[in-house]
């Protein structure tokens, strides 16, 4: 039964997470009880252990089995995020969506900012470890890094537990343990400043040794038990408010988008025109004010340039400060429409976007199931011959801008279209 397989799969995942929480927190409780481990070396061993969580986050961010959540209408990355194109694995079933991987740099660099932030604030302050210890630390690091990686293929690969998880939600349980280890670094801070010389104590001259063994337990306890938390926290998370079990405080991620029937056999075929492709583009710009923003900023610049005289520097800054949102928007223009095409089937009543470059349906429109049906001519479609097609839905709105010829794409439904000119079109919503 699918049901009692999940349960059963689910208990798996978690026994062996909480083998490995078990495991990695044993090794500071051996290393301050028998080692003669310092608060220096505890707080190094937890800052070195978020470096290990956050590199494990991100592998397992990249082979989520679940397109990330990102807005459509956002320029260049959300024409990408429409066609959900993933690169696959060879022989195995992972997947790695290109928008994960595009967003994946600032992911890393907000990482390394949380983690060298932390270390400064909690690790700086104290005096250099001993060798004995810092070897110490060091194999125990490496030890959590292997317990980690264990856990991980483990549930989720071997378990198949990215299926169910995006790049948003596999980093879910890493938060809770960036504040376990600030706010118990603060913790075992305050007790050496209370422990060397009181409240005026300055941190540089804080002495790691003068916290006692029962005090030590107690900071690696409080850390045990926020990890043991973690473990258990989709039962607490149902506990407290219904939602979906297998994701504790997170709702799921919606699966990726599956079109049934790309019309392959359509008789009736139509392509945005090639000009219509690239500068169509600049007729989005009220929609992405971003772009704008750089050009005014760069303007900004020229003028300051412009007060010192500096002609040849303001020409440069003018140029590029114009250049560079064109270009954007014509690129973004160009990586959402340069190679769909739209299918029609007048019989069927039904019409289809289609992608040639990743061979793949973006979306697919029954005769019966739009709201609203617009041709509009804008003053890019006088200069090029072309019209544009606005179809309303439930969805959203479905924009096919600048085609040669609309008669088939509007004989697959079973009204008149609405005629007529604007400025610009209505906002696009490419791919829905």
């Known amino acids: 039964m699918p049901f009692t397989r999940r349960v059963l799969c689910t208990e798996d995942s978690r026994r062996t997470e909480l083998l490995g929480t078990i495991a990695s927190n044993s090794l500071p409780i051996v290393g301050v009880a028998f080692l003669d481990w310092n608060a220096a070396a505890l707080l190094f061993l937890y800052w070195f252990e978020l470096g290990v969580d956050s590199v494990w986050a991100l592998v397992r961010a990249v082979f989520a089995g679940r397109p990330p959540e990102i807005e459509t209408g956002t320029l260049l990355i959300g024409s990408l995020a429409t066609r959900q194109c993933s690169l696959s694995v060879p022989r195995t079933g992972l997947r790695v969506y290109l928008t994960t991987l595009l967003v994946l740099p600032i992911t890393i660099l907000i990482l390394a900012v949380v983690w060298l932030f932390t270390g400064a604030l909690l690790v700086g302050p104290l005096p250099e ?17 292997v317990l980690t990686g264990v856990t991980t293929v483990r549930n989720y690969f071997y378990n198949g537990e990215y299926r169910k998880h995006n790049s948003t939600t596999a980093f879910r349980g890493l938060l809770p343990r960036i504040c376990t280890v600030f706010f118990g670094g603060i913790l075992t801070l305050t007790l050496l400043t209370a422990a060397t010389e009181g409240p005026e104590a300055e941190l540089g001259s804080l002495d790691p040794t003068v916290v006692g063994l029962p005090l030590l337990l107690m900071v690696v306890c409080l850390k045990f038990t926020s990890d043991l938390l973690g473990v258990y926290s989709d039962r607490l998370a149902v506990y407290f408010k219904s939602y979906d079990q297998e994701y504790g405080w997170q709702t799921a991620p919606p699966k990726a988008r599956s079109i049934d029937g790309m019309l392959a056999d359509a008789p009736e075929r139509v392509c945005p025109v090639r000009w219509g492709r690239v500068i169509g583009g600049l007729l989005r710009l009220p929609y992405h004010p971003g772009s704008a923003l750089i050009g005014g900023l760069g303007l900004l610049v020229a003028a300051l340039f412009a007060i010192g005289g500096a002609w040849d520097i303001v020409a440069v800054i003018v140029v590029a400060s114009v250049s560079i949102p064109v270009l954007l928007l014509c690129l973004d223009q160009l990586l ?74 509007v004989a697959a439904f079973d009204r008149q279209p609405e005629r007529s000119e604007q400025i610009l079109p209505g906002r696009a919503g490419l791919l829905g």
Do not use: C, M, N, Q
């Not at 890019?380 to 097609?389: A, F, P, R």
């Open 129 to 145: 470890p001993t060798t004995e210890t810092v070897t110490g630390v060091l194999l125990a690091t490496v030890g959590i890094f």
């Open 336 to 409: 959402r429409y340069g190679t769909v095409e739209y299918r029609i089937d007048s019989d069927a009543g039904a019409l289809v976007a289609y992608d040639r470059l990743f061979g793949t349906a973006l979306w697919r429109i029954e005769s019966w199931e739009e709201s609203s049906l617009r041709v509009e001519k804008t003053p890019l479609d006088s200069l090029l011959g072309t019209e544009t097609v606005t179809i309303e839905h439930a969805d959203g709105e479905y924009i096919l801008p600048h085609l040669p010829e609309t008669t088939a794409v």
